[in-house]
């Protein structure tokens, strides 16, 4: 079975510029999470979803960041534009159950993306 | 809010020592909490999940233990090997999944 896919793995941006990930989850898995995870830290979330619907995005700073789950399938996460501090690994994952509260979850490798 | 820490931060030790990684959390309104591994530049893999009804967990060499009461879980890693080099991440599963900061574990050969 193949596992959480996400490209590209590594993204070099210079501020101001827009960029774009792309997250595919594991076949049959209706919850998918975006997450931000800075140096040293754990992962943070940004946003959930359950099918195509976003469930809980109250993390995700909507000035700058968007994300669709079109089909309730693929995910993108977009920053327009990109700012210095947005540096960090962006993990993708997904999990069986449309509740979160009992299933573990299935990460990604990761984009790292580095805003010069 | 919930809030998870760690501790330690990091830990070097020989290999075939046990050691234990602690993990505690502020809000005890959670449905279960989780413990992850990272590898370098890689996503992270579950290793055990203990549901709030549940005390402990085991997989193999790896034994999860939850208190909801104190607010705290436990790792314990028995006869620590090198492949066991990893940071190791806990979660808090409530209303949201919340990491903690990781325990980054080297195992010296």
């Given at each position: 079975e193949a596992g959480v896919v996400q490209s590209p793995r590594y993204k070099i941006i210079e501020k101001k510029q827009p960029v774009a990930f792309w997250c595919n989850p594991i076949s049959g898995h209706n919850t998918l999470y975006w997450y931000l995870q800075n140096l040293g830290q754990g992962p943070e979330l940004l946003i959930r979803y359950e099918n195509e619907e976003a469930v809980d995005d109250s993390q995700l700073p909507k000035d700058r960041f968007s994300a669709e789950r079109l089909k309730g399938v693929d995910s993108t996460l977009k920053i327009q534009p990109a700012e210095l501090g947005d540096s960090a690994v962006y993990l993708c994952a997904s999990s069986p159950a449309a509740s979160a509260s009992t299933d573990t979850q299935y990460f990604g490798p990761g984009t790292r993306l580095t805003v010069l | 809010?919930?809030?998870?820490?760690?501790?330690?931060?990091?830990l070097s030790v020989p290999e075939g020592e046990n050691l234990v990684l602690n993990c505690s959390f502020t809000d005890s309104a959670i449905y279960n909490l989780q413990w992850?591994?990272?590898d370098p530049g890689k996503g992270l893999t579950s290793l055990l999940l203990i549901q709030s009804s549940q005390r402990e967990q085991t997989s193999g060499r790896l034994n999860a233990s939850l208190d909801k009461s104190s607010g705290r879980s436990t790792l314990y890693i028995a006869a620590s090997q090198p492949g066991d080099s990893a940071t190791?991440?806990?979660v808090a599963g409530g209303q949201n999944f919340v990491f903690g900061p990781g325990t980054r574990l080297s195992v010296l050969p």
């Open positions: - | 809010k919930q809030e998870v820490t760690q501790i330690p931060a990091a992850f591994r990272q190791y991440l806990c």
